[in-house]
């Protein structure tokens, strides 16, 4: 299902914000990508991240590859007890079990999940780089973002996700897969 949830002004605290991305372009044992991103959301709260406001599913061709199996990305906000050491451990365990394979660089993927940002916090943490470090420049992530928290502004860029957004320079062709009927 589509749904987009924009927070509300006032309701999140956007400088403390916890933003991850998702991604699947290969299903794997689900029946769709939508499918398989769905379960992975179902999962968020058994592994201590709330989600406080999620994007709808965009679409976009492969990168760097578009031979590859077309993506299917969103992004939502979550609030989590984990420090971001831990909660990308967390990440990393749920892509797991959802059977990633780690081959190739950017191969195709049953599940993606990117710490996007937690809150201000910028630079090296122990290899894990806060902002992600290409976020910025990828419509797929930028897209959906601007979506929910169009406000919300990069700690490094100073630039908010909507201004960000328009000026993405990979996956740019990312657009909000339409709602289905009667959903």
Do not use: Q
């Not at 993506?71 to 749920?94: I, K, Q, Y």
């Not at 902002?131 to 502004?153: C, D």
């Amino acid at each position: 299902m589509s749904v987009s949830t924009e927070i509300p002004e006032g309701d999140l605290d956007l400088d403390s914000a916890v933003i991850v991305a998702l991604g699947c372009n290969d299903k794997g044992v689900w029946a769709s990508c939508e499918e398989s991103l769905e379960a992975a959301l179902a999962r968020f709260r058994a592994e201590g991240i709330d989600i406080l406001a999620r994007s709808s599913w965009w679409s976009s061709k492969a990168w760097p590859d578009p031979t590859d199996p077309p993506f299917l990305n969103g992004v939502v906000v979550v609030r989590t007890e984990h420090e971001p050491g831990a909660l990308m451990t967390r990440l990393s365990r749920m892509e797991d079990v959802f059977d990633r394979r780690r081959s190739v660089r950017n191969a195709p993927r049953t599940l993606d999940l990117d710490l996007i940002a937690y809150g201000r916090l910028s630079g090296d943490l122990e290899g894990l780089i806060l902002p992600h470090p290409r976020a910025a420049e990828r419509l797929f992530v930028m897209g959906p973002l601007a979506e929910i928290a169009p406000e919300w502004t990069h700690p490094v860029a100073g630039e908010s996700a909507a201004a960000l957004a328009a000026t993405c320079v990979v996956g740019v062709d990312a657009r909000p897969v339409p709602a289905k009927a009667g959903v």
